[in-house]
C-alpha cells in the first residue's frame, strides 16, 4: 500500500514521457530553468535578486576560498556594514553564489572524483533574512519551494534539526521541530542531530546557531532515517537553513544576537540530480557536455560512470576529476585567483596539477586539452556568471602556460627522484621525505605520483617523516591565514549596544575639509568629545592608563583605513592636560564608525573633550601618491588603450602601488610614454575637482573608472582638470581622469611634482603590479639612474676600447659588469632605464665572458705545457700550479689529459693568503685505470682537507684549505696508487 501511494505521489517528470528539449530533457528540468525557478520563487516572496561575489574579493589576497555563501554578507551578520553602502538596506536577498570548497575549514578536494555529489566549485542557490522573518517562514518557503514548485516526492524527504548539547549548555531547537510537525513533516522524519551536524558558527567568535537540514533519498520506497548523515550517495543533504540567533564570544559563551537572520544554502547540482533523476551529479546537463567534450580529446572509453573498485584503471574517476577542476579553474582564474606559492593560489595550483596529471596520464589527452575544456565551461556557465566569457582568453592562456611549467617539472621530478635513487645506499631503504617534500613543495610534482615512481622501484618513501613535514607545513600556512586578529575591531554586540545607546555615526567630513593657502595645504582643526570607548570585551565608560582602546568621537578629521589608502597617523591630547599625548595606532571604519586605536597614556573618559592632530606631512604624502594613483591609471589607458582594468591599488605616505590587466609587460618606450602623460598632468598644476553625487547619476559620466566593488550611495567622484558638473552634463569622454572614490586628493596635480615608475612585472600573466615614487623620491630615483647610467657607459667604453691582456684585469671586469648588474637591478630607478641598462650589460657580460674563457684557455696552455715538461708522459701526474681560478686549473688538467691520455692527472692550487686549496682531476674513459674514479679521487682529497668536491668518474673538482700543500700532494698521489694498484 505505501509502495503504491509512493507511486501515486510522484509528479509527472518523475515517469518521464515529457516534451524534451534539446540536451534530451523536459525544457524545465534543465540545470538553467532550475536556478531561475529558485531565484523568481524568492523574488516573487520579496527577496532581491544580487549577483554572486567573486569566489575571493578582488584586492584582498588574504582572504583565502570562500567556502559558504555567507562571506559575502558577512559586513550585514557584523553589524560593520557602511550605513551609506546599498548592501545596509538589504531585509531579503536571494542570489546564486559561486563556493569553492578545496581548502581551509571546508575541503572537499579529497571526496571530488570519488563519489559523485561533493565538487571543489559549486554553486550555492541561497536565500537570507537579515533581520526580517525567522524560523518559521524559512522552513515553510524552503518545503513549499522544494514539494510544490519543483514538485519533490514529500516520501523522499528528511529534515534533521539540532539536538541541543547538554555539554555546551545548548537546549534542542524544539521550535524548529514543530515548524516541521505543523508544516505536515511525519515525526519520523525529523531527526535530531548534534554540533557537528546541526549548530553552524561562523568562527571561533562570531554569530552562530542551530540549523536545519533538508536531505532526500535517491532510492525511495523504504525508511531511510538511519542514512541520514551517514555518507550514503543515495540519501544526501540538500539544503541547509542556519538560524544565527547567537554571538559566540572570545571566552566561548554565547549572548542572544539583537537581531537573527537566516542564511540558506542549497546545492544546484544535488537538486538538478535529482530533478533529473540521475544517479550522479555528473549525468546532469552541468557536466554531460564536458565529459563528451573529454571523451573527444581523450584516447579512453566513453565516461561510464563507474566508482571504486569496479573503475579498475580509474578511468571514470578521471573524467570527474577533469570535468569538476576545469570549472573550478575557470571561476577562480576569472576572478583573479592564480595559480601560485601560497594561500588560495597554492590551493588552485594543486588542483590544476591534479587535473594536469589526470588528463596526462589516465586519460591519455593531448599538451592543450585541458584549457581547450575551458571554452565548454563558459558554453554551461557563462550566461550566469558573465566574467567567464569576457576572461576565457585569459583563462586558457593561465592554464596552458601551467601545462607547460608542470610538465617540464614533472620531467624535472622524474629525474631528481632517479638521481637520489641511484645515490641511496641501501637501494631498497626509505627514500628521504626532505626530498619527496621538496618535489612536492617547489615543483608541484604530486605526492602520490612519488609514491608511485617509487613503488616501481621497489622503495617507499619515509611516510613518518613526511607525515611530519605536511603537518608542519599545515601548521605555517593555517597560521599565517588566521593572521593577527584585531582584538580592537567592534563585534556585533558592541556595534548594537553603541545603537541602542544611541551613539550617532561619526561625523568624518572634515577629513575633506583642507585647503590650499598659496602653495600650503591647511588641515582643519579638530576638537572632539569621546562618545564611546570599547576595550575589546565590552563598551566603557573609562579606560585607565596604559591600555589599549578603540575610541569613538562624534566628529573627526582623521582618514580610515580604505579604498586602497592607509589610514591617518597622529596623536590626542586631552583637554585640561594638553601635554599628555595619546597616539593612534590605526583607524578603522566599521558599521559608520570611525573607530580610533588608542594607547592611553592616562586616563580616559566618555564625554573627555580631545583635540585631534593629524601627522599632516604623512596625510599629504598620500594625497600625493593618491591623486598620482588616478593620473597614472588615466596615463596608462591613454598609452595602452581603454581595454586596461584596475585590479588594486595601494598608497601610503611612501609609495603607490597599482595592479592592472595587460597581456605583458611595458615595454621601454611605453614606460617612457606613461611617465611623461604623468608629468603633461602634473606641470600643467591642473585642478582636482572632488563631488558627492547619487550612484546613479555619477555611473551616467563617460570615462569614468571603478572598480569591482559596492560603492556608497551617495558616492565621492574625483576627477582631475574638469569640473564634476561639467562632465554630468556632456555625454563626450572628456578625456580625463573621473573615478568614484572616497580617498582624500590634492586640489592641484602640479604638488606631486615628480613620478617615476621604479618598477613593473607580471605578477600574474596577464595582470602587472607598478611601484611609483612622486616628489623628491622620483627625482632622487631619477639622479640614481643617470649616475648608475653613466657607470655602464664607462665600463663599456673601457671595453670597446682595449681587450684585457692578462687574466687578472679581465676576471675584475667580469666583476664590475657584476657588480653593476646587482646594483641596477637592486636600486630604485626609473623602471625603463633600468630594462635599457640590462640589455646593455646582458651583452658586456657575454663579452667579458668570452675574453675570460679564452684567457683561462691560453694560461692553462702555457701552465699545462710546463708541467709536461717537467714530469714527461707520467701514469699519475699530481702536482701544483699558480692561479686563483678554479676554471684555470679544470683546464690545465684538460689540457695534460689531451697530451698525455692514458694518465691520470690531478692539480691543486694553494692560495697562501687564505690557506684554501682549488683541486681538479681528470681520469682516462674506460682504460685499466678505471678503478679510479675522478669524483672519489676529489671527494676523498678534498674531504682530508676539510671541504668538499663533486664531478663524475672522468672529471671532478672541488675545494678544501690546508697549509701544508706537499703533504696534500703526497696524499693525493697516493690515493690514487693504491686505487690503480687495486
Ligand atoms: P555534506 O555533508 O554533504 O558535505 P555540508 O554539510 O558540507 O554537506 P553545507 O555546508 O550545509 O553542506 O552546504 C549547504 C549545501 O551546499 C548542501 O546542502 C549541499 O547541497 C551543497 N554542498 C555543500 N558542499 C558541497 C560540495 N562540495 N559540492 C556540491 N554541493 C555541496
Ligand atoms: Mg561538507
Sequence with gaps: MIRLLTVLHRPPWFRSGLVRSCSGLPPDRTAARIRNTFLNF???????????????PRGDPSLLFVNAGMNQFKPILLGTVDPRSPMASYRRVANSQKCVRAGGKHNDL???????????????????????????????????????????????????????????????????????????????????????????????????????????????????????????PDLVEIWNLVFMQYNRELDGSLRPLPQCSVDTGMGLERLVRILQNKTSNYDTDLFTPLLDHIHQVSCVDIYGGRKGSSDQEKVDMAYRVVADHIRTLSVCIADGIHPGMSGAELVL?????????????????????????????????????????SEKD?????????????????????????????????????????????????????????????????????????????????????????????????DILSLSELQRLGVPHTNDSLKYQYSLDRDRYVFPACCAVILALYDGHSLRSEVSEGQRCAVILDR??????????????????RNGSKDVVYPVDAVEQVGGYVVHHVTTSECLKTGDQVELHLDQV?????????????????ALRKVLGPSIQQRGSHVSAE???FDFTTKVSLSVSQLQQVESCVMDVISANQRVYSEELPLLSAKTISGLRTVDEVYPDPVRVVSVGIPVSELLNDQTDKQTSVELCCGTHLLQTGFIQDLVIVSERQMVRGISRIVAVTGRDATRARELGQAVAQDVDSLSARLAG?????????????????????????????????????????????????????????????????????????????????????????????????????????????????????????????????????????????????????????????????????????????????????
Aim: aromatic share 6%.
Design 618 to 634: 604623512n596625510r599629504l604624502s598620500c594625497m600625493v601618491k593618491h591623486t598620482a594613483t588616478h593620473v597614472l591609471n588615466f
Design 802 to 982: 682595449s681587450t684585457p691582456s692578462s687574466l687578472v684585469s679581465a676576471h675584475c671586469l667580469a666583476k664590475e659588469v657584476g657588480i653593476l648588474s646587482d646594483a641596477v637591478d637592486n636600486t630604485p630607478i626609473p623602471q625603463w632605464q633600468r630594462r635599457d641598462l640590462q640589455n646593455q650589460l646582458k651583452v658586456l657580460q657575454r663579452t667579458t665572458n668570452t675574453t675570460v674563457r679564452k684567457l683561462e684557455v691560453r694560461e692553462a696552455a702555457v701552465k699545462a705545457e710546463a708541467l709536461l715538461q717537467k714530469h714527461g708522459k707520467k701514469d699519475i701526474l699530481v702536482d701544483s700550479v699558480d692561479t686563483d681560478s678554479l676554471s684555470v686549473v679544470m683546464k690545465t688538467v684538460n689540457q695534460l689529459s689531451t697530451a698525455a691520455p692514458n694518465a691520470v692527472v690531478m692539480l691543486l692550487a694553494h692560495q697562501v693568503h687564505s690557506g684554501k686549496v682549488l683541486c681538479a682531476c681528470q681520469v682516462p674513459k674506460g682504460s685499466a685505470s678505471s678503478s679510479l674514479l675522478a669524483s672519489d679521487w676529489a671527494v676523498a682529497v678534498c674531504q682530508h682537507l676539510g671541504g668538499g668536491a663533486g664531478g663524475n668518474a672522468v672529471v671532478a673538482q672541488g675545494t678544501g684549505s690546508s697549509d701544508n700543500i706537499i703533504e696534500v700532494l703526497r696524499w693525493a698521489e697516493q690515493f690514487a696508487v693504491q686505487k690503480i694498484q687495486r
Design 394 to 490: 585569459r583563462i586558457m592562456d593561465v592554464i596552458n602556460e601551467n601545462e607547460a611549467q608542470f610538465l617540464s617539472s614533472l620531467q624535472q621530478g622524474s629525474r631528481l627522484i632517479h638521481r637520489t635513487l641511484n645515490r641511496m645506499e641501501n637501494k631498497h631503504g626509505l627514500f628521504p621525505a626532505s626530498v619527496a617534500w621538496s618535489l612536492h613543495r617547489d615543483l608541484g610534482f604530486p605526492l602520490d605520483l612519488v609514491d608511485l615512481v617509487l613503488e616501481e622501484r621497489g622503495v617507499r618513501v619515509d611516510r613518518e617523516e613526511l607525515d611530519r613535514l605536511i603537518s608542519e607545513n599545515h601548521k605555517v600556512v593555517s597560521e599565517s591565514q588566521s593572521g593577527p586578529q584585531s582584538q580592537l575591531s567592534l
Design 556 to 573: 573627526t578629521c582623521f582618514y580610515a583605513e580604505q579604498g586602497g589608502q592607509s589610514h591617518d597617523q597622529g596623536y590626542f591630547t
Design 349 to 389: 595550483r594543486r588542483i590544476l596539477r591534479r587535473a594536469l596529471r589526470f588528463c596526462v596520464e589516465v586519460l591519455q589527452a593531448p599538451q592543450g586539452s585541458l584549457a581547450g575544456l575551458v571554452p565548454t565551461v563558459t558554453h554551461i556557465l557563462g550566461d550566469v556568471y558573465p566574467e567567464l566569457h
Design 42 to 56: 524568492f523574488r516573487d516572496r520579496g527577496h532581491l535578486l544580487v549577483p554572486s561575489a567573486p569566489v575571493r
Design 110 to 232: 579529497d571526496d571530488v572524483g570519488r563519489d559523485v555529489y561533493h565538487h571543489t566549485f559549486f554553486e550555492m542557490m541561497g536565500s537570507w533574512s537579515f533581520g526580517d522573518y525567522f524560523k518559521e517562514e524559512a522552513c515553510q518557503m524552503a518545503w513549499s519551494l522544494l514539494t510544490e514548485h519543483y514538485g519533490l516526492p514529500v516520501d523522499r524527504l528528511y529534515v534533521s534539526y539540532f539536538g541541543g548539547d547538554a555539554a555546551f549548555g545548548l537546549p534542542p531547537d524544539d521550535e524548529t521541530r514543530q515548524i516541521w510537525l505543523e508544516i505536515g513533516v511525519q515525526a519520523n522524519r525529523i531527526l535530531p542531530f548534534g554540533l557537528k551536524e546541526n549548530f553552524w558558527e561562523m568562527g571561533d567568535s562570531g554569530p552562530c546557531g542551530p540549523c536545519t537540514e533538508i536531505h532526500y533519498d535517491h532510492v525511495g520506497g523504504r525508511d531511510g532515517a538511519a542514512l541520514v548523515n551517514n555518507d550514503t
Design 655 to 657: 609609495r603607490l602601488r
